[in-house]
């Protein structure tokens, strides 16, 4: 396997061959995310995704059992060179149980249902989506390139495609002045979707972007500790899903995980007893990993 520059992956996919199909992101644009920053988007070309994949079956036989194919977007390649990869994914390694790959809604929705519905039917188990927020204003704010809407659109299609949703939530991406409408309105898109999978990380600003730029020169407020497990209540209180809820990140605060909407009550619990802690016992708001 041939791999350039930082190589990122959810942390659900610890285990996972990791093949890049692309490189970089093509919005490249968040104003919190550094990942791509300076690299230019490409796709890969079929042969050469192929050959990476060869080069899998000769290190681990057929002894993979999931793939995810990096980097931000892949989604976007062409659906036939999505079907090509998929199916010979799943010749190569007979035993694979899953195959992922991350996708924004805006690029979701540039394939059709049926477009989806063969991406799934060639191998496509699960999408991993930054849907940041439900918010208007706070995606106007990180310049997400999407809106409320469309982030509804593209993930009822992927479920309808029977593809596996896992949705992943910023607390505090909106600062002190949104906090409450990215909760009440982020909950409102999910109730929507109902993904499969809820995840949520804690904002942090990163040198180099354009939030860490804001956020120095007072455009941006950070939440403290209590104030972001206070907005992740509300969050949770207002949430209608019957998704798996995972906090599977160093970035947060608090550690609740568990199926809802059972496990609503034990969430909140956690989150109630981490707003006992003193706050001088959590991490800064500006120190951590995203
Ligand atoms: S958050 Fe995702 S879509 Fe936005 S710039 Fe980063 S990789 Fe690209």
Not at 123 to 152: A, C, F, P, Q, Y
Not at 187 to 203: M, Q
Not at 217 to 228: K, Q
Request: proline letters at 3%; charged letters at 25%.
């Amino acid at each position: 396997m041939r791999y350039e520059g930082i190589v990122y992956r959810p942390p659900s996919e610890a285990e996972s061959l990791i093949i890049q199909a692309t490189i970089g992101c093509p919005h490249n644009k968040c104003a919190f995310c550094k990942m791509y920053r300076g690299v230019n988007f490409r796709i890969r070309s079929v042969a050469e995704i192929k050959e990476d994949l060869l080069m899998a079956k000769d290190y681990y036989g057929d002894w993979v059992k999931s793939v995810f194919f990096a980097d931000g977007n892949t989604i976007l390649m062409k659906t036939d060179q999505l079907v090509e990869i998929l199916e010979y994914t799943k010749e190569l390694f007979p035993k694979v149980e899953r195959i992922t790959m991350y996708g924004s809604a805006q690029y979701i929705a540039l394939k059709t249902q049926e477009e989806l519905n063969r991406i799934n039917r060639a191998g496509l188990s699960r999408i991993h989506t930054g849907m940041e927020s439900g918010d208007d204003e706070v995606l106007d704010l990180i310049n997400k390139g999407t809106d409320s809407s469309k982030l509804i659109k593209a993930g009822v299609m992927v479920k309808n495609a029977g593809i596996e949703l896992s949705e992943y939530i910023i607390v505090g991406v909106g600062g002190k002045k949104f906090t409450k409408q990215h909760a009440l309105n982020s909950a409102k898109v999910l109730n929507e979707i109902n993904p499969d999978f809820i995840r949520i990380r804690t904002i942090v600003p990163f040198p180099g972007t354009e939030l860490y730029d804001m956020y120095k020169n007072g455009e941006f407020e950070l939440l403290s500790p209590h104030e972001a497990l206070r907005e992740m209540k509300l969050f949770v209180e207002n949430l209608n899903v019957t998704s798996y809820f995972y906090t599977d990140h160093v970035s947060n605060y608090c550690y609740a995980n568990g199926k809802l909407p059972g496990a609503k009550n034990d969430i909140i619990d956690s989150i109630e007893k981490n707003l006992l802690i003193d706050e001088s016992r959590f991490r800064k708001p500006y120190e951590g990993t995203l």
